[in-house]
């Protein structure tokens, strides 16, 4: 008897848990570390504004991180990438908005430049402490919790959830603000947690073997961003 093919990535991870959660999880599941686990760490240097009479005594500010790169509005990134465009004209340039996390109060947005098409596109992000939106290139994306990605790693189908810097950087975030162990749920400061945590979860195309990756988003920073294969 010929075995059915296995699903993969995170959608068939989403479909590997109960049933009874499968739509809540599909619904809220998240985003996280979008660069490769292995890549250098990338720096770039931006001028700081000047400051004194005559603007004397500039130095240079070294952005790090997963979305240390800056692009101007309408680049194209290569799926897998995160970038700052600090010249996007308001958020009617960013195209439609498809979610908030969290759903009341101050937090982040995500917007979709191209409703209407179903391959990869660019999408935006805001609600970042330097008013800058984030793009990325993808073809689906949505907001995930905290809660969501516990499940994930803790639950029934962590042995298959690839394990990545995302998962890393959400361990130290969960420790500084939950004060439990690795590997351990937040517990109690769940609801705390999601005031300024979630992940964003994007497929490079729509199908359950698609290649996808995660944002990590915490305090109005990009925590971390990496590639997951399925």
């Not at 109060?105 to 596109?121: C, E, H, I, K, V």
């Not at 994306?141 to 905290?146: I, N, Q």
Request: net charge positive.
């Amino acid at each position: 008897m010929v075995e059915p093919e296995k699903r993969r990535g995170l959608l068939g991870l989403l479909k590997v848990s109960n049933d009874d959660d499968a739509e809540e999880l599909t619904r809220t599941a998240s985003l996280q570390e979008i660069l490769p686990e292995e890549a250098e760490e990338t720096t770039l240097a931006e001028p700081a504004k000047k400051r004194g009479l005559f603007g004397g005594g500039s130095r240079e500010v070294v952005r790090k991180g997963a979305d240390a790169k800056d692009v101007t509005f309408g680049t194209i990134l290569p799926y897998g990438e995160v970038a700052r465009v600090c010249d996007a004209k308001g958020q009617s340039s960013l195209g439609w908005r498809l979610d908030k996390a969290p759903s009341s109060g101050r937090g982040y947005a995500l917007f979709d430049s191209a409703l209407d098409l179903s391959g990869p596109r660019t999408f935006y992000v805001t609600g970042f402490k330097d008013r800058c939106p984030r793009q990325f290139t993808t073809a689906l994306a949505f907001f995930g919790s905290p809660e969501v990605h516990e499940q994930l790693c803790y639950g029934r189908p962590s042995k298959l959830y690839p394990y990545s810097t995302t998962d890393k950087a959400y361990e130290k975030v969960k420790s500084s603000v939950c004060k439990v162990g690795k590997s351990k749920p937040c517990g109690a400061n769940l609801k705390t947690l999601e005031r300024n945590t979630v992940f964003v979860s994007t497929y490079e195309k729509f199908s359950d073997n698609a290649r996808w990756a995660d944002i990590l988003l915490h305090d109005g920073v990009v925590a971390a961003a990496a590639i997951k294969t399925p």
